[in-house]
């Protein structure tokens, strides 16, 4: 089943924020998707991951659920004006309070109903992604500013203790230069953020301190780093599995070492598409479609390699 794969753009405030919009999405009805704005399903039921853990998907990134001892934690949380169907779908599985907020990077579809918690709520972030989310014209305004994060941190962060814990992970710049990586360490379940959005080529936001070079390295740094995980919530595509999260390291750092190799060869980006050659474990990966057009994020890395 081959779809394609679209690409939308949030405007907040004036401000351009681009959001990846998975193969399932760009399902949407014909016509939407593209220059119309955001074109995301709308929120989806809570599924259980595993344990104590959920995820409820739509209306724009994934939200992780951790329904810990003294309350729940979200990772992410949409588009604006999402908060109350979260909380609709948190209800359905639980009645303790929302204490946590963890966003996994700064994109408007992943932080967007932040402000829609009480300010008692403690927002977790890395400190490049706080330092991006107090740039959003929507966290100028002052009613908002609760949606920014009460607590940062650099490297490594653990929110919550024993069968709770919640362990925080920075390894470099990929789709942003904050992206976090979740994992529930009990449930042995992480949630990538949109470092792993879909099987696809990532969008590299270079404005928001993403890179290409680094991107695949920053994987695989992850994949060694961290341990003990056999679950993963994409930031925008279903629950799947840590192999694949592995495998999109590679993907990365295959697109990188191809792009390299043609540039050298004098050959543009559209032609570099045309003559990537791809493992046939990549084989349901997308490559065609929005991402910058036919030479895709070759663009991207020939721009980031003459720098
Ligand atoms: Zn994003």
Do not use: C
């Not at 753009?9 to 998707?33: D, E, K, S």
């Not at 992410?76 to 907020?101: F, M, R, S, Y």
């Not at 543009?268 to 065609?288: I, N, R, V």
């Amino acid at each position: 089943m081959k779809r394609t794969f679209v690409l939308g753009f949030i405007v907040l405030g004036g401000a351009m924020t681009a959001a990846v919009l998975t193969a399932q999405q760009a399902a949407a009805p014909a016509g939407q998707g593209r220059g119309g704005g955001p074109q995301f399903p709308p929120v989806g039921a809570i599924e259980k991951v595993t344990g104590n853990v959920y995820m409820v998907p739509g209306q724009g990134g994934n939200t992780g659920v951790l329904v810990a001892a003294n309350g729940v934690v979200l990772v992410d949380t949409k588009l604006a004006n999402n908060g109350q169907a979260i909380l609709d779908q948190v209800k359905t599985v639980t009645d303790k309070p929302i204490t946590h907020i963890i966003n996994t990077h700064t994109h408007g579809d992943h932080t967007g109903s932040n402000q829609y918690f009480p300010a008692t709520v403690e927002i977790v972030v890395q400190e490049n992604t706080d330092a991006n989310m107090k740039k959003m014209p929507v966290f100028q305004e002052p009613a908002n500013k609760h949606g920014l994060a009460d607590r940062i941190y650099k490297d490594k962060l653990t929110v919550l203790s024993g069968a709770d814990a919640i362990d925080l992970y920075y390894f470099g710049a990929a789709h942003t230069n904050g992206d976090s990586f979740v994992v529930f360490r009990n449930a042995r379940v992480i949630h990538t953020g949109d470092a792993f959005a879909n099987k696809a080529q990532p969008f590299i936001d270079r404005d928001s301190g993403g890179s290409g070079i680094a991107y695949g390295e920053t994987l695989g740094k992850a994949a060694k780093g961290i341990r003990n995980v056999t679950t993963v919530i994409p930031g925008h595509s279903a629950v799947t599995t840590w192999q694949d999260f592995v495998d999109f390291g590679e993907f990365n750092r295959l697109f990188l070492e191809h792009a390299r190799a043609s540039m050298k060869a004098g050959k543009t980006p559209e032609q570099a598409m045309m003559d990537f050659k791809l493992p046939e474990k990549f084989k349901g990966y997308s490559l065609t479609g929005g991402r910058g057009g036919p030479g895709g994020n070759f663009n991207v890395l020939y721009a980031e390699l003459k720098q």
